[in-house]
Structures are given as C-alpha cells and as structure tokens.
C-alpha cells in the first residue's frame, strides 16, 4: 500500500506505517503520536478474533479491515451474499409449492426463478447502496461541502454485507421462527452498514443511521415496485 495511507485504529489519525521491520525478522509496531497507542493492534491478532470484533461492530475492527488491509473481495462477496439472498428467496417460493415427486426436484433447478430473485436481489441491493451514497452527496458533500471518496464508500458497504452469509443457515435449520431470524439477520446487516458508513466518514453515528434508512427505503420501494409489477401486467392483459 501507498504511504500516508494507514489509520490508527483508535483515532483514525493518519500514520505512515502499522510496523518497523528490523533486522533478523523482529518487528515493532508503530505508535501514533496523536493519542500514543499502537497504531493497529489487530496486526498482531488472529483472524478469528478480528472477525469476532467485526461482528460485534466495533470501531477498532472496522478501521483495521477497510483502511489497513488490502482486502479486495468486496465483489466476490456480493456475488456470494447475492447468492444466498437469492437461494433463500427462491427456496421459499418452491416451498410453497408441495409436491410428493422426486423428479420435481431436478425441475426446479432448470427454471428461472432462481435467476430472477437473484436479478431482484442485486437490483434492491443497488438501489440500497445508490440511497446511501446520494444521501452522503447530499449531506456530506453539497451542504457540508467536503469531498467523498464513492469507491471507498461503496467498498465499505459491500463488505459490510457480510452479514447476509447467515441466510443459509437459516434456510438449512428451518423453524417456526425464521421470520424472526431473518428479521435479525437484516438487522444486523444494516447495523453493520451503518457502522461502516461511520468509520469511513468518522462521522456521527445520527448520520450513518440516516443514510442507511434511505438506502432501506430506496430499497423497499425498488421490492415493492417490482412486487406490484406482475398484478399490473395481468391487469393490462385481463383489460386488452
């Protein structure tokens, strides 16, 4: 990574380097001159204990990831969480649909209807992610004329949709409460959204909570518009 790039885990001053390489393999890791604490701690953790802190939201843990690390699978994690979104959606909509043959199995996978759920997955999870950043345009960059840095942005929350991998285990311990998980699967997400708006901007947490519930609401009315589009076309094709 570039110099000047790095961020101190605890506040999100700037610092040239996470260590200093001595000789014979010893590192010693630097110190922020801004409030004198290791710059990242997390670079002597394991991994597990990083995502653990990840997903108790905590500020340290999403510094570490999105300003100290190279960590470029934002994308792949989409196409994945995408994936399970539209797996879940899709699951549902063949559940409601009994049947006692076996061969209805192998049918299903050959229709369309995974492809299209996952189509309206990434069209809400666009229109999710477009609310968040015209709100942050709006807000951030028009009235407190301060500039935003999208790929950033954008990078932070698709890695912070992490939480949407626990749809398929929701979907495989089926229960009469999965309402009920799910709505705490998508609970956490946007929690984990917002938080990452947070560290980003190192802004208030009034802010994050906002652009977040316009991306929800961006997002509800792309599901309900398309939800409402197939009643319309056979109302149009009943009238004609």
């Not at 409601?96 to 229709?111: F, H, L, N, V």
């Not at 998980?181 to 959204?193: A, R, W, Y």
Request: aromatic share 12%.
């Amino acid at each position: 990574m570039d110099k000047c790039v790095f961020k101190c885990v605890e506040c999100n001053e700037n610092a040239a380097e996470l260590h200093r390489d001595y000789s014979n393999g010893i590192l010693k890791i630097t110190i922020c001159d801004s409030c004198q604490k290791p710059v990242d701690k997390y670079i002597e953790y394991d991994p597990v204990i990083i995502l653990i802190d990840a997903i108790l939201c905590k500020t340290q843990a999403f510094r570490h990831i999105l300003f100290n690390t190279s960590l470029n699978i934002h994308w792949k994690l989409c196409v994945f969480c995408l994936l399970c979104e539209a797996y879940l959606r899709w699951s549902l909509l063949q559940g409601s649909e009994q049947s006692s043959d076996p061969a209805d199995i192998i049918r299903y996978t050959k229709e369309w209807d995974f492809y299209s759920m996952f189509g309206l997955a990434a069209l809400e999870l666009s229109a999710f992610c477009g609310g968040v950043l015209w709100f942050l345009w709006v807000a951030v960059g028009r009235l407190q004329d301060s500039k935003l840095e999208f790929k950033l942005l954008l990078r932070a929350l698709l890695l912070s949709c992490y939480g949407k991998v626990l749809l398929i285990p929701a979907v495989i311990w089926e229960h009469d409460y999965s309402p009920f998980c799910l709505g705490l699967i998508k609970l956490f997400v946007l929690t984990s959204n917002s938080q990452a708006v947070r560290v980003i901007l190192n802004s208030s947490r009034r802010l994050s909570l906002m652009a977040v519930c316009v991306g929800l609401l961006s997002e509800t009315c792309v599901a309900q518009a398309f939800e409402k589009l197939p009643r319309s076309l056979e109302d149009f094709l009943t009238f004609q």
